[in-house]
């Protein structure tokens, strides 16, 4: 399932000495429309302390943070800056608070370049000498490079999560992982689960963790007569390790690295099915810390649509998280997900094995279910049943009786008949369920 983004631009505003405030950069490149540029820009001029705060045009949304910079070119040697980020719809809380860090951080580390300044009089770069010029140009570049960092992690922040990583997010907590497995085992009487989950897990709150499952549909709590309670599993959600299909492309794209790859994910796998229950439960557990962490997950899915060159992996996440990469690529591979290979004298990162989140009706529910038995088809009308035939007959007989004038009771004939028939077959049910038929009749005439 592939993750979804909001539409977002990070802006830079700039209050230039000469022509006040303008949008000194945007990035994406070219998404900013001239007039939103022009009204966010004039934000600056409602903000007098430095500060964050939100603003609204119509549909868009925009997060803003104003701040000053040490200037020895400005007057009152401060420049005013805003950084602004511009999405398409509301958001909530959370991001807010997420963007709010960003933006302060984005400010910290401009004030942190005593040099930074230069950048902001790139248009009037003629003015200074060749040693000023190259300052301009290369801190220009630099706050650039740093407004697209910020894009990208404010992307990051507001990424619509897959279904995968919601539910990771929720069984890599311990006691939510260890609640479920213990219910996988069967129903529990409410008061029991509640006595075990406060003696394993006394710091977290109970109710608050079965109101939470209840809602994700993973658990039920069904109330047998006035106050017995008990809990159902509803799903199994569990973690797994599956071959990477990424390797059955290296098989057309480049065969060689088959001989590279394929031994190392077979030895893996040949391992992993000897695992005991409790160390695939062990190893479930982390594969939920993995998915659920945003820096490991984002590796996982670029390495699931084939191999990175090492020196390609930094572009995947932002300069402020170059730092923990390093870490990230060490843990995944102690861990099994990640191989280094080298092929044609440059490094790869490869996944050895790829994730998988899955849902399943529990076991104990699925051992209860009746064996399947063979469809049962409904019989089709048809008119030539024996029912239908020896009504015919019926007709046939009272018509050749009334033909002969012979006149009878309906009774008689009746009578007449079902006696014929049953010299004919004697144990036929239908004569039995008209002899039936006949004497509820006179019953009734009675």
Same mark, same amino acid.
């Given at each position: 399932?592939?993750?979804?983004?909001?539409?977002?631009?990070?802006?830079?505003?700039?209050?230039?000495?000469?022509?006040? %405030?303008?949008?000194?950069?945007? +990035? $994406?490149?070219?998404?900013?429309?001239?007039? #939103?540029?022009?009204?966010?820009?004039?934000?600056?001029?409602?903000?007098?302390?430095?500060?964050?705060?939100?603003?609204?045009?119509?549909?868009?949304?925009?997060?803003?943070?104003?701040?000053?910079?040490?200037?020895?070119?400005?007057?009152?040697?401060? @420049?005013?800056?805003?950084?602004?980020?511009?999405?398409?719809?509301?958001?909530?809380? *959370?991001?807010?608070?997420?963007?709010?860090?960003?933006?302060?951080?984005?400010?910290?580390? #401009? !004030?942190?370049?005593?040099?930074? +300044?230069?950048?902001?009089?790139?248009?009037?770069?003629?003015?200074?000498?060749?040693?000023?010029?190259?300052?301009?140009?290369?801190?220009?570049?630099?706050?650039? =490079?740093?407004?697209?960092?910020?894009?990208?992690?404010?992307?990051?922040?507001?990424?619509?999560?897959?279904?995968?990583?919601?539910?990771?997010?929720?069984?890599?907590?311990?006691?939510?992982?260890?609640?479920?497995?213990?219910?996988?085992?069967?129903?529990?009487? =409410?008061?029991?689960? !509640?006595?075990?989950?406060?003696?394993?897990?006394? *710091?977290?709150?109970?109710?608050?963790?079965?109101?939470?499952?209840?809602? !994700?549909?993973?658990?039920?709590?069904?109330?047998?007569?006035?106050?017995?309670?008990?809990?159902?599993?509803?799903?199994?959600?569990?973690?797994?390790?599956?071959?990477?299909?990424?390797?059955?492309?290296?098989? @057309?794209?480049? $065969?060689?690295?088959?001989?590279?790859?394929? $031994?190392?994910?077979?030895?893996?796998?040949?391992?992993?099915?000897?695992?005991?229950?409790?160390?695939?439960?062990?190893?479930?557990? #982390?594969?939920?810390?993995?998915?659920?962490?945003?820096?490991?997950?984002?590796?996982?899915?670029?390495?699931?649509?084939? =191999?990175?060159?090492?020196?390609?992996?930094?572009?995947?996440?932002?300069?402020?998280?170059?730092?923990?990469?390093?870490?990230?690529?060490?843990?995944?591979?102690?861990?099994?997900?990640?191989?280094?290979?080298?092929?044609?004298?440059?490094?790869?990162?490869?996944?050895?094995?790829?994730?998988?989140?899955?849902?399943?009706? $529990?076991?104990?529910?699925?051992? =209860?279910?009746?064996?399947?038995?063979?469809?049962?088809?409904?019989?089709?009308?048809? %008119?030539?049943?024996?029912?239908?035939?020896?009504?015919?007959?019926?007709?046939?007989?009272? *018509? @050749?009786?009334?033909? *002969?004038?012979?006149?009878?009771?309906?009774?008689?004939?009746?009578?007449?008949?079902?006696?014929?028939?049953?010299?004919?077959?004697?144990?036929?049910?239908?004569?039995? !369920?008209?002899?039936? #038929?006949?004497?509820?009749?006179?019953?009734?005439?009675?």
């Amino acid at each position: 399932m592939e993750s979804k983004y909001l539409k977002t631009i990070a802006s830079l505003s700039y209050f230039h000495r000469k022509i006040g %405030p303008i949008v000194f950069y945007a +990035y $994406p490149e070219d998404l900013l429309e001239e007039q #939103l540029s022009t009204r966010i820009a004039n934000i600056m001029d409602q903000q007098f302390s430095e500060g964050f705060f939100t603003h609204s045009f119509e549909e868009t949304i925009t997060m803003n943070y104003y701040f000053e910079i040490q200037s020895d070119w400005a007057r009152g040697n401060n @420049d005013m800056l805003m950084i602004s980020i511009i999405f398409d719809e509301q958001t909530d809380i *959370k991001v807010e608070e997420k963007i709010q860090d960003l933006c302060i951080e984005f400010s910290d580390k #401009l !004030k942190s370049n005593e040099d930074i +300044y230069t950048a902001f009089y790139i248009s009037d770069l003629n003015n200074f000498n060749r040693e000023e010029q190259e300052k301009i140009v290369k801190n220009n570049e630099l706050v650039k =490079l740093w407004v697209r960092e910020l894009y990208w992690a404010s992307v990051e922040v507001t990424r619509q999560k897959t279904e995968e990583e919601r539910l990771a997010e929720l069984l890599s907590e311990k006691y939510v992982f260890l609640t479920l497995r213990k219910l996988s085992k069967g129903p529990l009487p =409410l008061e029991w689960m !509640k006595e075990w989950f406060q003696d394993n897990f006394p *710091k977290k709150n109970f109710d608050e963790t079965i109101e939470t499952l209840a809602e !994700k549909q993973l658990i039920f709590i069904n109330q047998i007569g006035i106050v017995e309670k008990y809990i159902l599993l509803l799903k199994e959600v569990n973690a797994e390790r599956i071959p990477p299909d990424s390797v059955i492309e290296y098989i @057309d794209e480049t $065969p060689e690295l088959i001989d590279l790859i394929l $031994p190392k994910v077979q030895k893996y796998f040949s391992k992993y099915e000897t695992k005991t229950e409790e160390e695939l439960e062990e190893d479930s557990f #982390l594969l939920f810390q993995i998915i659920s962490d945003p820096k490991k997950y984002n590796v996982l899915s670029e390495l699931r649509n084939g =191999l990175i060159p090492r020196d390609k992996l930094p572009k995947l996440v932002s300069k402020r998280n170059l730092d923990a990469l390093s870490k990230v690529l060490n843990f995944l591979k102690e861990h099994d997900i990640i191989e280094e290979l080298k092929f044609k004298n440059e490094r790869y990162i490869v996944l050895k094995t790829n994730l998988q989140v899955t849902t399943a009706f $529990p076991e104990y529910l699925r051992k =209860l279910l009746p064996k399947e038995a063979k469809p049962v088809v409904a019989d089709k009308y048809n %008119p030539k049943t024996p029912e239908r035939k020896m009504q015919k007959e019926i007709a046939e007989i009272l *018509k @050749d009786v009334r033909n *002969k004038g012979t006149k009878k009771t309906k009774e008689e004939k009746i009578s007449d008949f079902l006696e014929d028939l049953a010299t004919k077959n004697p144990e036929n049910s239908l004569s039995n !369920k008209y002899s039936n #038929l006949d004497k509820k009749e006179k019953r009734m005439n009675k």
